[in-house]
């Protein structure tokens, strides 16, 4: 019985006890009717005793013969019965097994169908509601591992664009310092190769300060450090040192904020984010030239007037370390991480951007997305 099917189970049980009543049923039939019969007699006192025996012997006759033609009848109908009963307690449970089984190959359109409320209904939707939870963990970890993944990808990328980009540097340092110790040409004047060595580790120590600050944003932010605040409020002090980079360079800064811009993100990476485009913006902006800085409820713009870059170029700016080609100077150009900075904590704080020419005159216009 162990290894059969649950409808042969069902049927078994259900036809060995309707057959077992009905033989039940019959035996006391047999061996009861005349009794009642002589006990009915005898109780209305107006019947001979030789006529009770008789009548008793011919009922117990009667069922005799017809004991096995009922007995063959109702064992059919016992029968037909067990196989309807299995049949209907079997078949919702058959659907479920083979719903689970499309289950268990990971088939997303696997449903268990639920045609009624009693306990194999409710089996049926619990298991329909596990599959669904199921499914969604899987696919929320799916989509954790790929944001993983993409994380270490891009952590591996700048931390090689870094080792190139230091492989600069201490190449060209190394090289004055074998010159001065052979006293080649120039090289002889110690004083001064002293002076040049001592600005280029600042600049190597300034380089790898920003590749180490850069290296521990958190290209998976999570939410918990999100807060609502007014960016209108906050924006005059972001603006604040740039208008004065840009006063010093005798550019002309202007910030309009048309709206209010309540926002709910990190307002510590926002600031980055605005920070590190009105850096670029303001060293890309010759004298003369204009800054604008334009906030609205939804997003923000800063427009430079400047060289545009041209557009088969624009997807490389937000690479580590890149810079145009007509501000490959570090000096001039930054460090070319600034962008990328913009590109990495945005993609975490889930805000969308672009970075395009202005059509009305020659610039460049950085867009952020705030809602």
């Known amino acids: 019985m162990k290894n059969q099917k649950l409808f042969s189970k069902i049927f078994l049980y259900t036809f060995m006890v309707m057959f077992f009543v009905t033989v039940i049923a019959h035996v006391c039939l047999y061996f009861l009717a005349p009794q009642m019969t002589l006990s009915t007699n005898s109780f209305l006192g107006g019947a001979i005793i030789e006529s009770d025996i008789n009548t008793g012997l011919l009922i117990k006759s009667a069922i005799s013969k017809a004991l096995p033609m009922s007995l063959l009848g109702c064992t059919i109908i016992s029968l037909i019965c067990s196989l309807i009963f299995s049949k209907a307690m079997s078949k919702p449970i058959k659907q479920i097994s083979e719903t689970t089984e499309k289950m268990e190959q990971m088939d997303k359109t696997a449903r268990c169908t639920v045609d009624t409320n ?183 713009e800063v427009r430079n007037e400047c060289v545009p870059i041209p557009r088969e170029k624009l997807h490389r700016v937000f690479e580590p370390f890149y810079r145009p080609d007509f501000a490959r100077d570090r000096k001039d150009g930054g460090n070319g991480l600034g962008l990328y900075i913009v590109d990495t904590l945005s993609k975490a704080l889930e805000l969308s951007y672009k970075f395009e020419p202005m059509e009305n005159q020659s610039g460049m216009c950085f867009t952020l997305f705030l809602s």
């Not at 899987?138 to 230091?166: G, P, T, Y």
């Not at 001065?180 to 060595?197: A, F, N, Q, S």
């Not at 709206?259 to 984010?273: F, G, R, V």
């Open 118 to 300: 009693d306990e194999i209904g409710v089996l049926a939707s619990n298991v329909n509601m596990l599959y669904s939870s199921l499914l969604s963990t899987i696919e929320n970890l799916e989509e954790e591992k790929q944001k993983v993944s993409e994380a270490e990808k891009s952590k591996i990328d700048f931390l090689r664009a870094a080792s190139h980009e230091l492989k600069t540097p201490v190449t060209a340092l190394n090289a004055i310092l074998e010159n001065m110790i052979l006293g080649v040409g120039k090289y002889k004047d110690r004083d001064t190769c002293l002076l040049e060595c001592k600005e280029i580790t600042g600049q190597i120590s300034f380089m790898i300060k920003e590749i180490l600050d850069t290296s521990r944003l958190d290209f998976t932010q999570e939410k918990k450090n999100f807060e609502s605040f007014d960016l209108s409020d906050s924006l005059p002090l972001i603006c604040e040192p740039y208008q004065l980079i840009a006063k010093a360079k005798k550019l002309y800064f202007s910030l309009d904020i048309q709206e209010k811009c309540p926002i709910h993100t990190s307002k510590k990476n926002l600031e980055k984010i605005l920070s590190n485009v009105l850096s670029n913006a303001v060293s890309y902006t010759n004298p003369g030239h204009r800054v604008t800085v334009v906030l609205t409820a939804d997003q923000i």
